[in-house]
């Protein structure tokens, strides 16, 4: 099955360095069969180009004096001081756009999903905070402070430690979205209902605290 995924690491296998040099701007000094530069490195506080070079054909440069090889990718990031995706995004560019790569910018727009804990409690999705891990057995039962849950089990008497956790632990950001869409989707029909109620019993605070309520759903639900 073909990945989805952007293939950058063909990217730069793929890459034709000269013509990256060439549209960063970058200056080059020809010696013989090969283009010096000066080093990309952030490491390399390089000051004159004589070590780091390449040669026609090659995917990356590569310098003599702090031993690095720099490919396609890192000397645009390096360069224009722009981020690992968008410096693939203009290497996919500059090697004629080929199709195998997926185009990271149509894919990148949806933003992560997110829920505060104010909204997870509203529509009644518990994000738990902390999980309780086994960490020892010991055959005596332990004299432990509050934080540690010690349990005889049989063999003995587990002892846990609280580990913090998140949402992330458990669940994919896609999972996460379904189960808070179906729950706000839930709430703001019952809160819809309580809305009338309120209206009926003539209770207009009341049917603005619902009515502010559904628009926190609507809000989730348009995540
Ligand atoms: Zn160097």
């Known amino acids: ?19 990256v040099v060439d549209y960063l701007g970058i200056e080059v000094h020809k010696k013989g069969s090969a283009y010096f530069i000066l ?3 952030p490491q390399h ?13 090659w995917n990356n440069v590569y310098c003599r004096a702090c031993g690095k090889s720099t490919n396609a990718v890192d000397l645009i990031m390096y360069t224009k001081g722009c981020s690992y995706g968008e410096a693939a995004d203009i290497l996919w560019e500059l090697e004629g756009k080929p199709s195998w790569y997926y185009v990271r910018r149509r894919r990148r727009k949806k933003k992560e999903f997110s829920l505060s804990k104010q909204e997870a409690q509203l529509i ?11 960490s020892n057995l010991s055959p005596v039962k332990p004299d432990r402070p509050m934080r540690s849950y010690p349990g005889y089990i049989g063999d003995g008497y587990l002892t846990c430690r609280v580990e913090h956790c998140n949402w992330h632990d458990f ?16 709430k703001r029909e019952s809160l819809r209902h309580a809305g009338i109620i309120a209206h009926r019993l ?21 995540r």
């Open 1 to 19: 099955m073909e990945s989805d995924k952007n293939n950058i690491a063909r990217l730069k296998e793929e890459a034709d360095i000269s013509t």
């Open 202 to 222: 003539g209770n207009p605070v009341l049917e603005q605290v619902f009515s502010d309520m559904c628009g926190e759903c609507d809000s989730i639900l348009s």
């Open 171 to 186: 669940a994919t950001e896609k999972q996460l979205r379904a189960i808070a869409k179906n729950k706000a989707r839930e």
């Open 45 to 57: 506080d390089d000051t004159r180009p004589t070590n780091c070079y390449f040669k026609e054909g």
């Open 124 to 134: 009644g999705v518990h994000l738990p905070g902390t999980v309780l891990c086994p």
């Open 39 to 41: 080093c990309p490195s």
